[in-house]
């Protein structure tokens, strides 16, 4: 059976890191070509994968009829444009998390799925991490009886990634701490849960310890390469909310940059029965009761690269026509509670969210 071709729109760090080994690893996906803006970046990758063909103009790769799959991973201003440009052409897409900046934009990229019946998933690969699979496992068993809260962490010391650059940008990223980290985060709870409807939420977002560019004093910064002393900074570094949804409420304090020599990265979903907290990337533990007993329970088991089970069931997708996790049908929930957070934020009151 021949392998189905593919292209990478976007050929920075999470293309390296996580799509582009995760198709080479995967047996029915050839990669022929790498997509970037900066010529020498899909070169690069050219010369560092021995394979594909590097172009800079997306629309080149959408009009060749070989391609039947492309994952985006360009910055986020760009990833409605492309999805929707790449559907059309009839193109299946992954796109990189979060699915759009804004839910505006997120709609516009299903109603073209819709329209088109090409596959879109969306990178929230934590729905294909083992650990958060053996949680959704327990929680649907009802072995932690009715989930009636979770509390969401995503805390670091000083942590903003490429300060000054694309990801401190509001007008190419769409938000800060809560559209880059707070996705995930949210998505997993979603996930877990059962993807219940939101409801209502309040917010506040806060753009504080990143204005004074010059002078922020950082413990580690992700795509320090991005850094810019002279650019801009216009994004949330921290937010607080609560989310009521048709199931649990959902009470989350995430920041880039606290002023907490601290990082605290987890999920505690809280239950009748017993209660569970994931740490974040890492194990998880389970807290319960037993023949009058309080009892604790830690979990050992294998866990395979979550980028690469993906990125292998985006290709199943693309030769099946199955819905993965990801679909941008059941990602457009967790698209709504971001939205909701910023409009609550701006407006300082409760919102709605339809």
């Not at 995503?154 to 880059?180: M, N, Q, V, W, Y």
């Not at 929930?333 to 909701?340: F, S």
Request: charged share 20%; net charge negative; glycine share 10%.
């Amino acid at each position: 059976m021949s392998k189905v071709k593919v292209a990478v729109i976007g050929c920075g760090t999470i293309a390296n890191s996580a799509h582009i080994p995760s198709y080479l690893g995967c047996p029915d996906a050839e990669i022929k070509y790498f997509c970037d803006i900066i010529p020498e970046r899909a070169e690069a990758a050219v010369a560092k994968y021995g394979c594909g063909k590097a172009v800079v103009d997306y629309k080149e790769v959408l009009a060749d009829p070989e391609i039947e799959a492309i994952s985006v991973c360009t910055p986020n201003k760009m990833h409605s444009i492309i999805t929707c440009d790449a559907l059309r052409a009839g193109k299946h897409v992954l796109c990189e998390k979060p699915a759009a900046r804004t839910l505006p934009e997120v709609i516009k990229m299903q109603e073209a799925q819709h329209e088109t019946g090409k596959t879109l998933n969306i990178g929230v690969v934590n729905r294909f991490n083992d650990g958060v699979n053996h949680i959704k496992r327990i929680i649907d068993s009802g072995e932690l009886g009715e989930i009636y809260s979770v509390y969401v962490s995503f805390r670091a010391h000083r942590s903003i990634p490429g300060i000054g650059g694309a990801f401190t940008t509001k007008e190419i990223a769409g938000g800060g701490a809560l559209i880059d980290w707070g996705v995930h985060y949210l998505d997993i709870v979603m996930y877990c849960t059962g993807d219940p409807a939101p409801r209502t939420v309040s917010a506040e977002a806060f753009c504080k310890l990143g204005k004074d560019i010059a002078n922020y004093n950082y413990t580690y910064m992700w795509a320090e390469n991005t850094r810019d002393v002279n650019g801009t900074y216009d994004v949330d570094d921290s937010v607080v909310g609560i989310v009521r949804t048709e199931g649990p409420t959902i009470t989350f304090n995430g920041a880039w940059a606290q002023n907490i020599g601290e990082n605290e990265q987890y999920i505690d979903f809280m239950g009748t029965k017993g209660g569970i907290r994931l740490y974040y990337g890492k194990h998880f533990e389970m807290w319960s009761t037993k023949d009058g007993m309080l009892t604790k329970t830690s979990f050992e088991y294998n866990s395979k690269n979550h980028f690469q089970t993906e990125i292998n069931a985006f290709i199943n997708c693309v030769k099946t026509g199955e819905k993965a996790p990801s679909h941008i049908d059941t990602n457009i929930i967790t698209a709504k509670i971001l939205q909701g957070v910023y409009d609550s934020s701006e407006a300082h009151r409760e919102i709605e969210i339809n």
